[in-house]
Every structure is written in structure tokens, then in C-alpha cells.
């Protein structure tokens, strides 16, 4: 295969993904849900509009995953004041040691695969990325 951008930002995203699965196989999250931990992790009891923006998952879907997560006792969500339409969700005891081992797998994966970039090299990655990520938020561009 050749060596186009979206090739390598499939493949690696993808090698990303499974090394996280693997690391975390013991404690039974399915796939949407350490990143919303490691959302929650600093900005818990957020509504869940801000949690799916963040995470670019749909909001149909968000529901669907922090569920799940309800269901393992990682999260729990409560309304402020009379406000129904809000939910603010908050990560529970369990939630806060799950996130806190999701960001140690985190850390380690990048780490590895990063353990041959210099702190330059990393730094302008890191920018790149970046720039990406921002010409995609301009959608009047596509």
C-alpha cells in the first residue's frame, strides 16, 4: 500500500486503538468509553453536549455509551436546579480510578510510539496534528 496521509493516520489510529484495548482488556470499557473518562477526568460534571463536541461522537451515541457507563457505575448524571434539559455527568469513585489507569495507557502507547522522536520532533508532530485538526474545523473549506 502506498504511504498516503490518510493511510497512515488509518493505520495509526488504528494500531493506537488496539494497544489501548488491549491495555485496558481487564476492565470491560468498550470502545467510546476511555476517551469520555479521560474527558470527564478533567472536566468533570460536564453536560453532555460539551462531552460529545469534545469527543466528536454524536450526541444519539453519547447517550448510548454513558449508559453503559451508568450501568458500570463509572458515571452519574444529575440535573441542575429545575433545568431538565441539562444533564451534567460526573465521574463516580470507580470512574476516577478507570480514568486514572485509562491515562496511564495512554501515556505508556504514547510513549512507545513516540520512544524514537527527539522533544523537537515530538513538539512539531504535535503541531501538525494540530493544523490538521483546526483545517478540519473550518468546514467551509469542504
Known sequence: M??????????????FQKALLM?????NLTLGQPKILDYLRDHDGAV???????CYIEPATLTSIL???????????RMQGNNRRSLYVYLTKQGKE????????????EEHALREFSDEE???????????????EKKEDL
Open 2 to 15: 502506498n504511504e498516503t496521509l490518510h493511510y497512515l493516520l488509518m493505520v495509526n489510529h488504528l494500531a
Open 122 to 136: 515530538r513538539a512539531l508532530l504535535n503541531d501538525f496534528l494540530i493544523r490538521i485538526k483546526d483545517s478540519f
Open 67 to 77: 449508559s453503559g457507563m451508568e450501568n458500570k457505575n463509572l458515571i452519574v448524571r
Open 23 to 27: 491495555g485496558i482488556r481487564d476492565t
Open 98 to 109: 478507570l480514568a486514572k489507569q485509562v491515562e496511564s495507557e495512554f501515556c505508556r502507547i
Open 48 to 54: 453532555q453536549k460539551e462531552i460529545a463536541a469534545a
